[in-house]
C-alpha cells in the first residue's frame, strides 16, 4: 500500500512537471512572437499568409498559445488540452519540413504531450482519494 | 487507460511517419553544377539557363580575363513563389550568388537557420543594422536582389527569412 501510495505521488509529480514544462514551450512561444514577430510570422505556411494577414495570425496565435498554456498549468481536462498541443505542435512540424533541423525538438515535444495526454486520465483520480466502499 | 495508449500509439504513428517523408519532402531541385574558369562553357551555358527568363544580366555576371576567357563572377538564384530555384547550387570559393525576388512574395535571404542565421561564419541577425553587418550572409531585410560573396569552403544552407520554409544549400568548393 506504501509502494502504491509512493507510486501515485511520483506518478502525480511527473504529471505536473510535464504539465508545466509543456505550458512554458507554448507561453514562451507567445512572448517571443509578440517581441519578434517576424522570425515567428516565417513559420506560417505561404497557402495561409495568403489569405490572412501575418499580424492577424500572429494575434491569433499568440492568444491561442497563451490559453493552451494556461489550460495546461490550470490542470483541468489535461488530456485533451494536450491532445490540442499535439495537433499544434505536429501542425508546426508538417507544415516547415524545409526547417526539421531545427524543429525536431517540436516533434519531441509532441511525444511528451502524448504522454501528458495519457497520464491526464488518470491524475485526476490521482488527487482525488479513492472512496472506500 | 487503453484509449490513452491508442492514442499514444496513434500519433507516434503519425510522428514516425512524418520523419519517414522527411527525405522527399526535402528534396530540392537539381544541383546547378557552377564552378570556376576551367569549365567556362559549361558555365556559360548553365547561366544562360538560369538568367533567361530575366532581363539581359549575362553581363552582369561575368567578366573576361586576360586571356579572353569568359568568367563566371556572380550566379544567380531565383526566389519563386514556390521557393529558390535551383535549391542547390555549387560555385567556387570567391564566387557570388544574387538572389533575385522573382516571386509575388518578400525576400529576404539569410544563412540558416531561422532565426538566428548563424550557420555561415561570423553571420547572425543581431549583426544587422550595425557596422559587422555588412559582410554577413544576411540580406538583413526585404530585398528585390541581394548578393553575397562566399569565401569560405562548406555546404551553406539558407532560407528566406520571412518564410523559413523556403530554403535551399550553396555548395562552396
Known amino acids: 500500500m506504501e509502494a502504491l501510495s509512493l507510486l501515485n505521488n511520483r506518478v502525480l509529480l511527473a504529471t505536473r512537471i510535464l504539465r508545466v514544462g509543456l505550458a512554458f514551450s507554448f507561453l514562451y512561444a507567445a512572448y517571443a512572437s509578440f517581441v519578434d514577430p517576424t522570425s515567428w510570422a516565417a513559420f506560417f505556411p505561404s497557402w495561409i499568409t495568403d489569405s490572412v494577414s501575418t499580424k492577424t495570425l500572429l494575434w491569433v496565435s499568440g492568444v491561442g498559445e497563451l490559453v493552451l498554456g494556461a489550460w495546461l498549468l490550470s490542470g483541468w481536462r489535461v488530456t485533451i488540452a494536450s491532445l490540442v498541443a499535439v495537433v499544434g505542435l505536429l501542425g508546426i512540424v508538417a507544415g516547415n519540413m524545409g526547417q526539421f533541423v531545427i524543429l525536431f525538438r517540436d516533434l519531441s515535444l509532441a511525444i511528451v504531450a502524448v504522454a501528458l495526454a495519457v497520464l491526464g486520465t488518470v491524475e485526476n483520480s490521482l488527487v482525488t482519494p479513492v472512496e472506500e466502499e | ?173
Not at chain 2, 44 to 62: C, P
Not at chain 2, 67 to 81: F, G, K, R
Request: with cysteine.
Open chain 2, 1 to 173: 487507460m487503453k484509449k490513452g495508449l491508442i492514442w499514444g500509439i496513434v500519433i507516434l504513428a503519425l510522428a514516425l511517419a512524418l520523419i519517414w517523408f522527411l527525405p522527399s519532402a526535402t528534396s530540392n531541385e537539381p544541383i546547378s553544377e557552377q564552378g570556376t574558369s576551367e569549365n567556362v562553357e559549361e558555365l556559360v551555358t548553365e547561366e544562360s539557363t538560369i538568367v533567361g527568363s530575366m532581363d539581359d544580366r549575362e553581363k552582369e555576371t561575368s567578366t573576361v580575363d586576360t586571356n579572353n576567357n569568359m568568367i563566371i563572377n556572380e550566379v544567380v538564384v531565383q526566389y519563386t513563389d514556390s521557393g529558390f530555384v535551383p535549391a542547390e547550387t555549387r560555385i567556387a570559393i570567391g564566387q557570388t550568388i544574387r538572389f533575385v525576388n522573382a516571386s509575388s512574395r518578400d525576400m529576404w535571404p539569410a544563412s540558416a537557420f531561422h532565426p538566428t542565421h548563424t550557420a555561415y561564419p561570423g553571420s547572425g541577425i543581431e549583426k544587422c543594422g550595425t557596422s559587422a553587418g555588412v559582410d554577413i550572409f544576411d540580406a538583413c531585410g526585404a530585398r528585390d536582389s541581394y548578393s553575397f560573396t562566399f569565401s569560405d569552403v562548406g555546404n551553406w544552407k539558407y532560407h528566406n527569412h520571412l518564410s523559413a520554409n523556403h530554403g535551399g544549400t550553396i555548395l562552396v568548393e
